[in-house]
C-alpha cells in the first residue's frame, strides 16, 4: 500500500492510524504505518512529554504524528474556570437526574475527572505544541480545520507537515488556502465530530478540489478492500481511528464497553452533540437517547458541553453504568468483532488491499 505520499514519510504502507493510546501509535508505526496520538487529553504539558519519551523509545524509529484541537474560532485567555460559570443550572439538574435514574454513584471523595475539556482550549493546545515541537514529529494533525498560521509556520520550521480533516470540498479548499500540507477528507461514517458527506462522495470531491495536494481517505474505512477504494477515488493514503479501539494494545479500562463494541453493528452509532457540542458520531446508547428527548433541555455549544459532561461520563466509565456507556466510535464498528493485536490488524488490511488489486487486475484483464 505504498503511495508518493507514503514514499515521502518513509512509511511502509500509506496508512495513518489515530488514536488516544501511545501505545497502539506506536505500535501502528512498528507495523509500517504512521501513528498519530491524539492529544486533547493532556491537559498538562508533561503528560503529553512522559508519553512522547515513550513513544521515542516505542517506535523503533519510525515515524509518528501528533493530532491536536485548536477550534477555528480561537477563544485565548479562556479558563476552564471560566466556562464552568457559563453552564446553566438546568443542564447541570439534567445530567444529575439523569445519572441518577441509572443508579451511577458519584465518584470517590477526592476524584476528578479523568476526561477534561482543557484540551479543546487553544492556549492549552499551543502548551502541548510547545512541548511536542522538541520531538521528531513527521505529522501534526489538527482535528477541526488548519491550525492558526503561526501554528503551520512553526510546524515547517521544525520540518513537520501539517494535515487538517475536512468534511466538504470547501471546507478543504479553506485548508489548502492556509498553507496545509495533507487534507484529511472525513466522510459522514467516521467516528468523532464529522460532517454530512459520506466518504465514497467526498473522496473525490477533495481530491479535485485541493489537487496537487495529498488527500487521506477517512470514515468507514476499516478493511484492506475499502482502502484500495480509497486509492482508487484519488487518495493517497487513508486515515483510520475506530477500528483500533479494540486492539489489545488499547487496553480499554471497561470491559464492558469492549463487549458493547464487539457486540455493535454498524447501525448500532449516531451522530450526537452530547459529548462536545458538536456533531459526533458514538455508539448509541441510554446517554445519547436521553440527549436527543424533547424534553430534555438540549445540547450546549463547544466547549461548554464539553464541560457539562466531563464528570459524568468518568462516572460511567468508571461504574460500568452499561447502559450509559458508550464512546466515539464509527460505522465500521460493525466489523469490530475481536479483540486483535495491531499488527494483526494491519496485516488483514494489506491482505484484503491485495486480494482488492488481484480482482481489479483480473477484471482489467478482461477489458
Same mark, same amino acid.
Given at each position: 500500500m505504498?503511495?508518493?505520499l507514503s #514514499?515521502?514519510?518513509g512509511?511502509?504502507h @500509506?496508512?495513518?492510524?489515530?488514536?488516544p493510546?501511545p501505545? &497502539?501509535?506506536?505500535?501502528?508505526?512498528?507495523a509500517?504505518?504512521?501513528?498519530v496520538?491524539?492529544?486533547?487529553r493532556?491537559?498538562? !504539558?508533561e503528560?503529553l512529554?512522559?508519553?512522547l519519551?515513550w513513544?521515542q523509545e516505542?517506535?523503533?524509529?519510525?515515524p509518528?504524528?501528533l *493530532?491536536v484541537?485548536m !477550534?477555528?474560532?480561537?477563544?485565548?485567555g &479562556?479558563?476552564?474556570?471560566d466556562i464552568?460559570g457559563?453552564? !446553566?443550572?438546568?443542564?447541570r439538574r439534567? /445530567?444529575?437526574e439523569t445519572?441518577?435514574r =441509572?443508579?451511577v454513584?458519584?465518584l470517590?471523595?477526592?476524584?476528578?475527572s479523568?476526561?477534561?475539556?482543557?484540551g479543546?482550549? #487553544?492556549d492549552?493546545?499551543?502548551a502541548?505544541? *510547545?512541548t511536542?515541537f522538541d520531538? $521528531?514529529?513527521?505529522?501534526l494533525?489538527n482535528?477541526l480545520? !488548519?491550525?492558526?498560521?503561526d501554528?503551520i509556520d512553526?510546524?515547517?520550521g =521544525?520540518?513537520?507537515?501539517v494535515?487538517?480533516?475536512?468534511?466538504?470540498?470547501?471546507?478543504?479548499?479553506? =485548508?489548502?488556502?492556509a498553507?496545509?500540507?495533507?487534507v /484529511?477528507?472525513?466522510?459522514?461514517?467516521a467516528g468523532?465530530h464529522?460532517?454530512?458527506?459520506?466518504?465514497?462522495?467526498?473522496t473525490? #470531491?477533495?481530491v479535485?478540489a485541493v489537487d496537487p495536494?495529498? /488527500?487521506l481517505?477517512?470514515?468507514g474505512?476499516g478493511?484492506?478492500?475499502?482502502?484500495?477504494?480509497?486509492?482508487?477515488?484519488g487518495?493517497?493514503?487513508v486515515w483510520?481511528?475506530?477500528?483500533?479501539?479494540?486492539t489489545?494494545? @488499547?487496553g480499554?479500562?471497561?470491559?464492558?464497553?469492549?463487549?458493547?463494541l464487539?457486540?455493535a453493528?454498524s447501525? *448500532?452509532? &449516531?451522530?450526537?452533540?452530547?459529548?462536545t457540542g458538536? $456533531?459526533?458520531?458514538q455508539?448509541?446508547t441510554?446517554?445519547?437517547?436521553?440527549?436527543e428527548?424533547?424534553?430534555? $433541555?438540549?445540547?450546549l $455549544?463547544m466547549?461548554?458541553q464539553g464541560?457539562l459532561?466531563?464528570?459524568?461520563l468518568t462516572r460511567i466509565?468508571?461504574?460500568?453504568a452499561?447502559?450509559?456507556?458508550?464512546?466515539?466510535v464509527?460505522?465500521?464498528?460493525?466489523?469490530m468483532d475481536?479483540v486483535?493485536?495491531v499488527?494483526a490488524? &494491519?496485516?488483514e488490511l494489506?491482505?484484503?488491499f #491485495?486480494?482488492?488489486?488481484r480482482?481489479l487486475?483480473?477484471?482489467?484483464?478482461?477489458?
Amino acid at each position: 500500500m505504498r503511495t508518493a505520499l507514503s #514514499e515521502q514519510l518513509g512509511i511502509e504502507h @500509506a496508512l495513518f492510524g489515530f488514536t488516544p493510546f501511545p501505545a &497502539v501509535a506506536a505500535a501502528i508505526s512498528r507495523a509500517g504505518g504512521l501513528g498519530v496520538l491524539g492529544a486533547v487529553r493532556y491537559s498538562e !504539558p508533561e503528560q503529553l512529554a512522559r508519553d512522547l519519551d515513550w513513544m521515542q523509545e516505542h517506535t523503533d524509529g519510525r515515524p509518528y504524528g501528533l *493530532d491536536v484541537v485548536m !477550534p477555528a474560532r480561537q477563544v485565548r485567555g &479562556v479558563t476552564e474556570a471560566d466556562i464552568d460559570g457559563m453552564i !446553566p443550572a438546568a443542564h447541570r439538574r439534567f /445530567v444529575e437526574e439523569t445519572l441518577a435514574r =441509572h443508579g451511577v454513584p458519584p465518584l470517590p471523595a477526592g476524584g476528578r475527572s479523568g476526561w477534561r475539556i482543557t484540551g479543546w482550549l #487553544e492556549d492549552v493546545a499551543r502548551a502541548q505544541l *510547545d512541548t511536542a515541537f522538541d520531538y $521528531p514529529l513527521a505529522l501534526l494533525a489538527n482535528a477541526l480545520g !488548519p491550525p492558526p498560521p503561526d501554528v503551520i509556520d512553526r510546524a515547517h520550521g =521544525h520540518g513537520i507537515r501539517v494535515a487538517a480533516l475536512a468534511g466538504s470540498a470547501r471546507h478543504a479548499l479553506r =485548508h489548502a488556502d492556509a498553507g496545509v500540507d495533507i487534507v /484529511v477528507a472525513q466522510g459522514y461514517e467516521a467516528g468523532g465530530h464529522t460532517g454530512e458527506i459520506a466518504t465514497m462522495v467526498l473522496t473525490p #470531491e477533495v481530491v479535485r478540489a485541493v489537487d496537487p495536494l495529498p /488527500v487521506l481517505a477517512a470514515g468507514g474505512i476499516g478493511s484492506g478492500e475499502q482502502i484500495a477504494a480509497g486509492l482508487a477515488l484519488g487518495a493517497q493514503g487513508v486515515w483510520l481511528g475506530s477500528i483500533w479501539l479494540t486492539t489489545e494494545e @488499547a487496553g480499554l479500562q471497561s470491559g464492558a464497553l469492549t463487549g458493547k463494541l464487539l457486540a455493535a453493528g454498524s447501525g *448500532d452509532t &449516531v451522530r450526537s452533540r452530547c459529548l462536545t457540542g458538536k $456533531p459526533a458520531r458514538q455508539l448509541r446508547t441510554a446517554w445519547t437517547d436521553a440527549w436527543e428527548d424533547p424534553a430534555g $433541555p438540549g445540547t450546549l $455549544p463547544m466547549p461548554l458541553q464539553g464541560l457539562l459532561v466531563a464528570e459524568a461520563l468518568t462516572r460511567i466509565q468508571q461504574h460500568e453504568a452499561v447502559p450509559l456507556l458508550g464512546t466515539p466510535v464509527g460505522q465500521i464498528v460493525g466489523r469490530m468483532d475481536s479483540v486483535r493485536g495491531v499488527q494483526a490488524v &494491519v496485516d488483514e488490511l494489506t491482505a484484503g488491499f #491485495e486480494r482488492a488489486v488481484r480482482r481489479l487486475d483480473r477484471i482489467a484483464g478482461h477489458a
